[in-house]
């Protein structure tokens, strides 16, 4: 059964004029994580598309790159996105229940983030009531700001990306202790390891961009310090 088949099954057990965010109610089981996550992307970056105003080809090409749409899902993925945009349900509650429905999981909610900032930043563009949106769905999920920076440094355009934000130490860490950073990193960002935490291989292709970040970030640094 495809994940689209088990979305479809899912939205299919709301009741006529219930919330989408009531979904995430019935997803805590771990089988239903990459169902949960894949819901949980769409929807939240339904509700971001609202904070900019606008939804771009590029944001809609976005999601068949995260998810690896086929034409026939293509419906099911839509249907999610219009259910979010439409529900009165603000994308504050949305972040709650996403939280309390991955159990405060600061990986998997990382994740979530990196799969939201990679459509946000498909049109070329970062606009401010986007990252305003994120920093404060990253608060909600527990995230630090330190970590939000992070993630932010991986992906928002900027003329020189800091390495050490890249990894989430401080300029004045030990190089050893840098280099364990960006190994656990490395391991994290495994398809195998993220497949394990629930999200749908779909999503994994989201470890490729961050993959290349985390390891110019080292050879960056390392170079630096003459290792």
Same mark, same amino acid.
């Given at each position: ?15 006529? #004029?219930?919330?989408?965010?009531? /979904? +995430? ?10 169902? *949960? ?8 970056? *339904?509700?971001?598309? $609202?904070?900019? @105003? ?21 419906? @099911?993925?839509?249907? /999610? +996105? ?19 429905? +991955?159990?405060? &999981? ?8 990196? @799969?939201?900032? !990679?459509?946000?930043?498909? &049109?070329?563009?970062? !606009?401010? $009531?986007?990252? *305003? ?8 999920? #527990? ?14 355009? &900027? ?7 890249? =990894? ?16 656990? =990193?490395?391991?994290?960002? !495994?398809? &195998? ?11 994994? $292709? ?22």
């Amino acid at each position: 059964m495809s994940i689209w088949t088990r979305i479809s099954d899912a939205l299919a057990a709301l009741t006529s #004029g219930e919330s989408l965010a009531t /979904v +995430f109610e019935t997803l805590r089981a771990p089988p239903e994580r990459s169902v *949960a996550f894949t819901i949980a992307v769409i929807a939240l970056a *339904a509700k971001m598309a $609202k904070a900019d @105003g606008q939804v771009s080809r590029s944001e809609v090409a976005a999601f068949r790159e995260v998810f690896h749409i086929a034409p026939e899902d293509e419906p @099911g993925a839509a249907r /999610v +996105f219009n259910l979010a945009r439409q529900d009165v349900a603000g994308f504050e509650e949305y972040a709650q229940r996403i939280a309390s429905m +991955f159990r405060g &999981d600061k990986t998997v909610l990382c994740d979530l983030m990196e @799969g939201l900032f !990679h459509i946000a930043l498909a &049109d070329g563009t970062y !606009h401010p $009531k986007e990252d *305003a949106f994120l920093e404060r769905v990253a608060d909600i999920f #527990g995230l630090s700001g330190t970590r939000f920076r992070t993630l932010r440094t991986r992906y928002a355009p &900027d003329e020189a990306p800091d390495p050490y934000a890249i =990894l989430g130490v401080d300029p004045d860490t030990p190089l050893p202790e840098i280099r364990r950073a960006w190994r656990g =990193l490395v391991r994290d960002s !495994h398809p &195998d390891r993220m497949i394990a935490r629930g999200l749908p291989a779909e999503a994994v $292709k989201m470890s490729e961009k961050r993959l290349i970040a985390i390891n110019r970030a080292w050879e960056e640094i390392s170079a630096q310090r003459g290792d």
